[in-house]
Each structure stands twice: as C-alpha cells, then as structure tokens.
C-alpha cells in the first residue's frame, strides 16, 4: 500500500534487530512494520504482524501492505524474496547466506578469504583437507550463525565424525587463520550511490558467538584497504542499505570471512558512540534519505548472552547503557547488550568479568 510521502516499511522479521530499526526510526519521517510472530521482541516497539517467514504468499501479502521491504536475518529463502520491492537486493542476501557463494565472491572482488573447498559428502571433505590443510574449520553452506553448523578439524581422522555432526548437508571447509585481530567495517549506502563508513571495529568472540566490539580498531592501513574493499561488494552488488563484513586481521592485511546484508551486533556501540546509528542509516538509506554523518566516539560493547543483569546490578554504572531486548533467558542467546565510553576501562573490565565476556 504507497502510503505518499512517509515511507511505510516493512521488516522481515522481528528479534532485536528489528526492535532497535523500530527504535531508530522514532524522530524519522518513516513508519515501520515487522514480519514475526505474537511475543517477538520488536513487539514492544513496533506493530508485528504475524507471518510465516517461509511462506511466499504469506511473504509477498505482508510486502503489499508496505512501500518498502528489508530483512533482519539473511536467512529467509531467496524464493521467498524474489519480487519484492527490497532493500538490499535480493541478489546480495542470496549470496550472503550460502557461504561458498560468499566466498567466491569476495574472490571475484579481489578480496583474500581463508583457504576453503566445497564439501558435498566424506570424499570431498577429504580431498578439501589437501586443499585447506589442517587445523581447518567445517562449516554448513547456509544457517550458519553464531558458531552454529560448525565443526573443527584436527586431524584427518576427524573428517567422519565431522561430517556426521554438520549432517552430511552442503558445507565449506575452510582451513584455520592464525590471526592478529577479528575486526568488521559496516558501510552503509544510499540509493544515489553515497557510501558512509564507520570506523574499523575490533571484535573478540567466544565459542563462536560474539562478546565484546571496541571502537575504533585504529589502524589507518587497515581502515583504507576494508574502506576499499567495501566500496567494490557494495557497487557489484548496486547494494543500498547497511552491510557489514568481517575479516581476520593477518601480517598487515585482510581476509574477509563473512558478509551481514543488514545491521550488525558489532555496530550495536553506534546508537550512543556515533552521530548516527547504523540502524538509522540503514532506513535512511533505504528510504531515500541523506545519510547521516557516522563521526565516532571511542565506545565499547558488551554482549549480555542467557541472561541479563538487573537494571539494580547496573544502576551503580552511570555511564553505562543498557539494552535490554526483553528476551527470555536461554544459554547461549543474545539477551541484551552493554555499551560504554571507551575510557570507562574499570567499569568495562568489571563488566566483561561479570558477563565472562573476557573468556
Ligand atoms: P563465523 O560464523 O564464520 O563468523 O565464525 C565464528 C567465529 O569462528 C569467527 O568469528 C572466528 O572467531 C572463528 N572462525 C571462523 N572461521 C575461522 C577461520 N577460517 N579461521 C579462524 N577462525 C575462524
């Protein structure tokens, strides 16, 4: 439905991701409605309609009732999303949820990965061992999230147990990066084809799941190279909106390993560290807006994962800012966030050690 000049649009899904888009755009022009199910957490700020995310019809009946339609995860069908008015294309999320396809393409960009092979049953995994090498990392092609389908390998003798836990469904293998730093560089772009950036951010994982974002990871090489490299994923693909990749930092240079066509938790530091959050920008960008300027302060984030603190536990931290996503409490899920000033270092160690976030 064109709703004339207050752009009407349409998430699909409705986690915590859509709950911080509905947030952002409060003081915007721009009215947003989410695709989810009853108790999903954007709820408590946005109107969710209920709609079976693997579902066409259901998909293409909720598109009709907006202008514009994004997504939260990458992980909805490509069949799903063919025909929509949706920001970022349906190419660019197609190629980011299968990570052969990803990869492949980092490499048509010029863009150095880790080593990896396709692996279709127990005979091409051992053959992508010569490839890859050892240790290396087997990884479901598509679902992956979180450290979820994923399975390390240490020696050859791994490779059956491997392929039994992944399911024996189509996988990469990749082999190990020895790396200096994990950082990620999230861009957003306009439909006239402006592209902001925000500052190179450094980010430690925990058995696969992000912990902690500090921002900026200063190294003006690398902030060059990530900035140039973005610039090329973002035009092949006539991306609009926010994107976000991730590289391992090795000897001075960059190895992507994964791509986000949507907002990211280690751009969650922006809604109090930068001018503009990368949730506004990406409606922004998607509305046809102007972009809004991404100038940062130093800030980090913590992620609060099963459980998260009291509003009594952290109300003794004024500088401290608490996201909760209203989610019930279940190991190893994304409950909430933590952002503070980079210069709050007690207050940031006491935090990590609370939320063993140093781990
Ligand atoms: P991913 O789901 O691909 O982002 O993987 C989750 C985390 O596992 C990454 O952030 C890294 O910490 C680690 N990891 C994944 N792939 C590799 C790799 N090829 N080499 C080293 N560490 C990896």
Redesign the pocket.
């Known amino acids: 439905m064109m709703t004339g000049s207050r752009p009407r649009i349409g998430i699909l899904g409705a986690g915590q991701l859509a709950l911080m888009l509905a947030q952002a755009s409060k003081p915007l022009d721009v009215e947003v409605v989410c695709a989810g199910q009853p108790g999903d957490c954007a709820e408590q700020v946005a109107e969710v309609m209920p709609v079976d995310l693997d579902d066409a019809t259901a998909v293409a009946a909720f598109a009709a009732q907006v202008d514009l339609v994004t997504i939260e995860s990458e992980n909805i069908h490509v069949d799903v999303l063919q025909g929509l008015n949706l920001y970022p294309n349906a190419r660019a999320i197609g190629i980011a949820q299968d990570?052969l396809l990803e990869k492949r393409f980092f490499q048509e960009c010029g863009i150095g990965t880790?080593p990896f092979a396709p692996v279709d049953s127990l005979e091409d995994l051992k053959k992508a061992i010569a490839v890859t090498g050892l240790p290396a990392?087997l990884?479901t092609r598509r679902m992956?999230?979180?450290?979820k389908g994923?399975v390390r390998l240490r020696d050859l003798e791994d490779a059956a147990a491997a392929w039994e836990e992944v399911g024996g469904v189509p996988c990469i293998l990749?082999?190990?990066?020895?790396?200096d730093a994990?950082v990620s560089l999230i861009a957003a772009r306009g439909r006239t084809g402006k592209i902001v950036f925000y500052p190179l951010i450094e980010?430690h994982?925990c058995e696969?799941i992000?912990r902690t974002s500090i921002a900026p990871f200063v190294d003006e090489n690398l902030q060059r190279q990530a900035e140039r490299y973005l610039v090329v994923l973002l035009e092949k693909l006539e991306y609009v909106g926010v994107l976000a990749v991730?590289f391992?930092a090795v000897n001075g240079t960059l190895l992507a390993?994964?791509m986000a066509p949507r907002v990211h938790n280690s751009g969650h530091w922006t809604i109090e560290g930068s001018e503009t959050s990368q949730f506004e920008n990406h409606l922004r960008a998607i509305a046809g807006m102007e972009l809004g300027s991404t100038e940062s302060r130093p800030t980090v984030m913590l992620n609060c994962i099963g459980t998260m603190p009291t509003e009594k536990e952290t109300a003794a931290f004024p500088r401290l800012f608490r996201h909760d996503y209203g989610k019930e409490a279940r190991p190893g899920r994304k409950v909430g966030h933590l952002t503070f000033p980079a210069t709050e270092r007690a207050a940031i160690e006491e935090w990590q050690r609370r939320l063993q976030a140093d781990c």
Not at 144 to 147: F, L, T
């Open positions: 990570r880790a990392i990884k992956g999230y979180d450290g994923q990749e082999g190990m990066v020895s790396f994990e980010n994982h696969g992000l991730e391992f390993n994964e």
